[in-house]
């Protein structure tokens, strides 16, 4: 049945459930968390720092992580076509279902992310705070910095590949249908994680770290998506099909070649300004300039990760095993 429905379509067929925006920024919100969650720890837990071990770096992303989630997931909600379905994802757990372990990970996610967060309060911030539940909290949870911080970074991967793997598992979708799917998304959620630490990063030393860090994720963004295409370009004609959309400037396909178009000018200009910056000296302070070419290139890294979710959301949906129209 799936078989026949999918190829009858140019978007997909008219009974079925359209993935729109919504899952797009979703998938979005949800990489960049996961690139938060684990920059913000590689932030506390890398040699370099030059703060002591114990006093937080870069303490706003722990802030804004679980904020970023929660809008993704509110994003999530509104494409639910029956809304009462969010409450049986966990009145079960099934082993072989993704969705049933994407669901069970969005929960349990929370708990070190916020707790985290509490520990990533700095001194100055807490003396600000009233007595009571929440300034005790952040007092309990900061001798456990580190170790929420490990946690965090493992979760942060999990909650990433994830939004990957939510996809890849499609049969239906050949687009989608791809093991280095998951890899992909893993790769573009560091990058933007990175590039939002670029940005909201105060001290010098902090933002030439992440800077020269998202030069190799934007590289290996570049490499794994170029495997993607070329991986379907191999293989069985309905695969390669699936990919035409990003090669084909006609009307109905602009939007995708547009996308390709873009991402093959936005992520290079990033690297180009990146190593730009790098190679200037910024060690006692950091230029006007020097600060615009860094903020400049996160932006474009943010622009192109929201563009390949979008691009992939809605080119996988015209794929499928029957006619490719």
Not at 16 to 32: P, S
Not at 132 to 143: E, N
Request: aromatic share 14%; charged share 10%.
């Amino acid at each position: 049945m799936e078989l026949t429905i999918t190829g009858a379509n140019a978007i997909t067929f008219p009974t079925l459930h359209i993935w729109d925006w919504r899952v797009a920024i979703y998938l979005f919100l949800g990489g960049l968390t996961g690139g938060l969650m684990t920059m913000s720890a590689v932030a506390n837990l890398r040699p370099g720092k030059v703060v002591p071990r114990d006093q937080p770096c870069c303490w706003r992303i722990p802030l804004i992580a679980p904020i970023l989630l929660s809008v993704g997931m509110f994003f999530l909600f509104l494409d639910l076509e029956l809304k009462s379905h969010m409450y049986w994802f966990y009145l079960t757990f099934k082993p072989l279902s993704p969705m049933s372990w994407g669901s069970w990970i969005l929960v349990l996610i929370y708990p070190p992310m916020i707790l985290y967060a509490f520990a990533a309060i700095p001194d100055e911030l807490k003396a600000e705070m009233k007595d009571g539940f929440f300034k005790r909290v952040a007092d309990a949870m900061r001798p456990y910095l580190l170790k929420l911080a490990r946690v965090n970074f493992v979760f942060g991967i999990m909650l990433t590949i994830y939004t990957g793997i939510l996809l890849s598992t499609f049969v239906a979708r050949p687009l989608w249908n791809s093991a280095i799917l998951p890899v992909l998304f893993l790769v573009s959620g560091m990058s933007t994680g990175t590039a939002l630490m670029i940005i909201m990063a105060r001290k010098n030393e902090v933002k030439l770290f992440f800077t020269k860090v998202d030069i190799w994720l934007i590289f290996a963004e570049i490499m794994v998506l170029l495997l993607l295409f070329y991986g379907h370009y191999t293989s069985d004609a309905v695969h390669r099909n699936a990919i035409m959309p990003f090669f084909t400037a006609s009307h109905q396909f602009f939007p995708y070649f547009l996308s390709i178009v873009t991402l093959g000018i936005v992520l290079p200009l990033a690297i180009v300004l990146k190593f730009l910056e790098v190679s200037g000296e910024h060690s006692h302070e950091l230029t006007a300039s020097g600060k615009f070419l860094m903020n400049a290139s996160a932006v474009m890294v943010l622009i192109g990760g929201l563009v390949i979710r979008f691009a992939l959301v809605y080119a996988g949906q015209l794929s499928g095993y029957g006619s490719f129209m």
